[in-house]
């Protein structure tokens, strides 16, 4: 397929998936906070910008930290590329882009997303029915995975959509551990209910643990279960499986080398010597591999014709040609 | 009628596409007015209300520059369809291919042939080079079949007494098949019903059909699945919507001038995994946008040796560049002659009466009624710069009478004619709106044109400017079947391609 096309979708699924994250982050911080006090509350947001990986962006833009601020920033800011409204229609944009290689149900779901945000008044939701609003941009991410799921074919497009989503979920639900990994040395029970609520997490993590609210439980759960889809090493799993099916010779592709060892070392970490290790740093080190593996993905697939392959076309007709 | 929608309708002494001066409605729109009539104004509103917002949901829109940041707007379709006899139809499309054939012939005579029509003094060579369509760079620019213009749009008008004449030709990059298709989709779910008493005949195999078109002309190079790309200037054209329907129906990828690269005269696309060979570049870009080598440096949207590719017949660019000269409105004035010169034929589809500004007779006498003629700037498409002499200010007209005077070869003049009206939904009631006609035409070894075409409805009250983008809106078309078995038949093949008595083109 088109190199500018597959970016796109790639970048289509990353956005749809950030804005999901946030929403429900957002969501649960937001509820886990009404009987906090001011400083608990100062805590819970800075955490929370933290996890999308924005404090910095806040800070500088001068806001205080209150809820309100923060929520402001992190859906309706169109001068922060992060917050929710950004992301909805930079998926729009990106997906407009690829319309004639999708079904029109997938570009309906996206685009009327995109147009019922214009048309809300935020700035009143936000303040007066939040759980509404995260719950409306949740189910619309949802919406638009299901149609995708239902309606489009299994083609190269569909991988590259399936890849931009789970790299950025991995890198999500990791970052969000790290942030959460502070309270490891004084449990808090809804912090971590809270923390499974974020990744929507909870029912199925009770399932699996039968009621025990061990800081090391909740954490290997979400890094490393292997059937829950939105644990880092699920997401990094199905990554893996889309650039396994984006390959074409024997060789592996630099992107599907690295997803494959983090994958490996991910199936066969033992979680009580991770977690008596440098955790954090652990977890540092693995956003960045699957940062790594997003640039190569970029190498590989979006920018991959370069000045010396059209030299190799005249040396060696037939090079480089599909 | 039953309907309280026409209680006040009046003709005003238009010819009206529904109703005879008597005020009966013609016998073609009696099945369609009564089940209107069914129909209360809440329920017709109602529709109307989801028409917006389907169309705005699906991203069926058009971006309008000059406003801020190029707003995207749906292109409003009013529910009345207009209809087309059988009768009617057979006689535009035999005069539509005729009028494609010569103005291909012609092209193809000035580009690649003898210069046949300029040495025989049918068309002066100054009025073709001065014209700012007229392409040096085409010269020698092969094309398969000679389909040098293989989509055209021919706009379609009716005068005062019902006869259809030709206003434009458009060879370049006509637009709005997307919309000859998505309102047929749209009328097919807003209004079933309509379609029960009435074989309308079917347009939606208009990707299948250019496709065809676009394989028949690739170069000898390709295989038996050229590889054919549509090329868009990028999401932030105002057509950019036809260009990925465009796409889509044909099932080929839509690219941007930054996803070819040409190397040692062969044009590849940028996948992901590695170049392919692109054999039809079905393009959406101006002539002077496409290769930043030949015609403009600072130009990005294009492909840096596209042309010299072009040349090297290593691929096949639809429509062929050059072709402005043939739709070019002084040219225009020459077609009926042109018609004769190569077909020995009287054209079926007459012209509107034109004036040649250069020509000190012609001039003078338009000079002396201005404010009776249009006058149009040679050049331009879309309605704008347009002079409409009896709707103009002493200001207007004193500022076109010195246009005129400066450049008199930039300008042409036509009479004034009363466009046919069709009554059109505005609030709770029909009235009268002045409406074109917009077929579409496919060249290759056949010439096929698509049932209808758009019927764009001049939605302001009184005003004769129908453009899209100057606050126009559309109509479904019908063209009727025969027969209810002769509609069976067409939907049986899927197509009214290649049927016999089909015009050929010579190469």
């Known amino acids: 397929m088109l190199a500018r096309d597959a970016e796109n979708l790639f970048w289509a699924g990353r956005y749809l998936e950030r804005a999901e994250d946030t929403a429900r982050l957002l969501d649960v911080t937001y509820h886990g906070l009404l009987e906090a006090n001011a400083a608990e509350q100062r805590a819970a947001w800075s955490s929370a910008l933290e996890a999308v990986g924005l404090r910095d962006a806040f800070e500088k833009s001068g806001r205080s930290l209150t809820a309100a601020n923060v929520s402001e920033f992190l859906v309706r800011d169109g001068e922060n590329p992060g917050s929710i409204v950004s992301a909805v229609e930079a998926a729009r944009e990106n997906v407009r882009t690829v319309r004639e290689s999708l079904s029109t ?55 590259f959509l399936r890849l931009g989503w789970n790299l950025e979920r991995a890198e999500w639900t990791c970052r969000l551990l790290r942030v959460r990994q502070v309270h490891l040395e004084a449990p808090g029970f809804h912090e971590w209910v809270g923390t499974l609520r974020s990744a929507s997490a909870l029912e199925a993590y009770r399932r699996t643990s039968r009621g025990s609210m061990d800081p090391a439980d909740v954490i290997e759960f979400l890094l490393l279960s292997d059937s829950f889809p939105r644990s880092v090493f699920f997401a990094i799993r199905s990554a893996e499986t889309s650039l396994r099916e984006l390959g074409t010779g024997d060789e592996p592709s630099q992107p599907l080398r690295l997803v494959g060892r983090l994958r490996a070392e991910l199936e066969f970490a033992d979680p009580r010597e991770l977690l008596t290790g440098d955790f954090e740093g652990e977890l540092t080190r693995i956003e960045r591999s699957i940062r790594g593996v997003c640039s190569a993905v970029g190498v590989q697939y979006f920018i991959n014709i370069h000045d010396v392959d059209l030299h190799m076309l005249q040396v060696f007709p037939g090079a480089g040609v599909e | 009628m039953a309907s309280e929608l026409f209680n006040d309708y009046d003709t005003e ?163 709005g098949i997307s919309y000859v298709v998505e309102n047929r989709v749209a ?172 020509d000190p007779d012609q001039l003078a006498s338009v000079l002396n009624r201005l404010d009776q003629l249009v006058i149009k700037p040679v050049a331009e498409a879309g309605g704008y710069g347009i002079t409409i002499g009896p709707a103009a200010s002493d200001e207007d007209l004193a500022k076109c009478r010195a246009d005129i005077i400066a450049d008199p070869r930039n300008w042409i003049a036509q009479e004034l004619i009363s466009l046919s009206r069709h009554p059109t939904l505005i609030d709770d009631h029909a009235e009268g709106r002045h409406v074109d006609l917009r077929p579409f035409v496919l060249t290759s070894d056949v010439v096929e044109v698509i049932p209808g075409g758009l019927t764009r409805v001049a939605m302001k009250k009184g005003s004769l400017v129908v453009n899209s983008s100057q606050g126009g809106g559309s109509k479904d078309t019908w063209v009727l079947a025969p027969t209810r078995e002769d509609l069976e038949a067409e939907v049986a093949t899927g197509s009214s391609e290649a049927r016999p008595g089909s015009a050929e083109v010579s190469a």
């Open chain 1, 105 to 159: 149900e997938c570009w309906e779901a996206i685009n009327s997303f995109c147009l019922s945000m214009r048309s809300r008044n935020l700035e009143i939701e936000i303040e007066q029915q939040p759980h509404e609003l995260y719950g409306f941009i949740r189910r619309q991410c949802q919406t638009v995975a299901g149609v995708a799921s239902e309606t489009l074919a299994r083609d190269d497009g569909w991988r």
């Open chain 2, 13 to 175: 002494g238009f010819f009206d596409e529904v109703f005879e001066a008597t005020g009966a409605p013609r016998q073609h729109y009696s099945a369609l007015l009564k089940r209107l009539s069914y129909f209360s104004a809440e329920e017709l509103a109602r529709r109307e209300r989801r028409r917006d917002a389907d169309f705005r949901n699906q991203g069926i829109t058009f971006t309008v520059y000059g406003e801020d940041e190029g707003i995207e707007r749906t292109f409003p379709m009013d529910l009345m369809p207009r209809v087309i006899t059988a009768e009617e139809w057979s006689h535009i499309e035999a005069g539509l291919e005729q009028r494609v054939t010569v103005l291909n012939r012609f092209l193809d005579d000035l580009y690649v042939g003898e210069r046949a029509a300029i040495h025989d003094g049918v068309i002066p060579w100054w009025v073709v080079t001065s014209s700012d369509g007229f392409s040096r760079e085409a010269f020698g620019i092969p094309m398969p079949l000679g389909a040098r213009c293989l989509v055209a749009g021919i706009d379609l008008v009716r005068d005062g007494n019902g006869v259809y004449r030709v206003l434009e030709d458009n060879l370049r990059s006509p637009s």
């Open chain 2, 187 to 358: 009328m097919t779910r807003l209004l079933p019903q309509m379609f029960a008493d009435t074989p309308v005949r079917p347009v939606d195999h208009y990707g299948r059909s250019l496709l065809g078109a676009l394989n028949r002309v690739a170069p000898a190079s390709a295989s038996d699945n050229p590889t054919v790309v549509v090329l868009t200037p990028g999401v932030f054209n105002s057509a950019y919507f036809e260009h990925v329907f465009l796409a889509a129906h044909m099932g080929v990828e839509l690219v941007e001038g930054r996803d070819l690269v040409v190397d040692d005269q062969v044009v590849y696309m940028r996948t992901t995994k590695g170049l392919k060979r692109v054999d039809v570049i079905y393009r959406r870009i101006d002539d002077a946008f496409l290769d930043p080598v030949v015609f403009r440096p600072d130009s990005s949207l294009g492909v840096p040796g596209l042309m010299s590719a072009a040349r090297s017949g290593s691929v096949t660019i639809v429509n062929a560049v050059g072709n402005g000269v043939a739709d070019d409105k002084a040219v225009y004035a020459y077609v009926p002659a042109l018609t004769r010169y190569y077909l020995d034929e009287e054209p079926i589809l007459p012209n509107v009466e034109t004036y040649l500004l250069w």
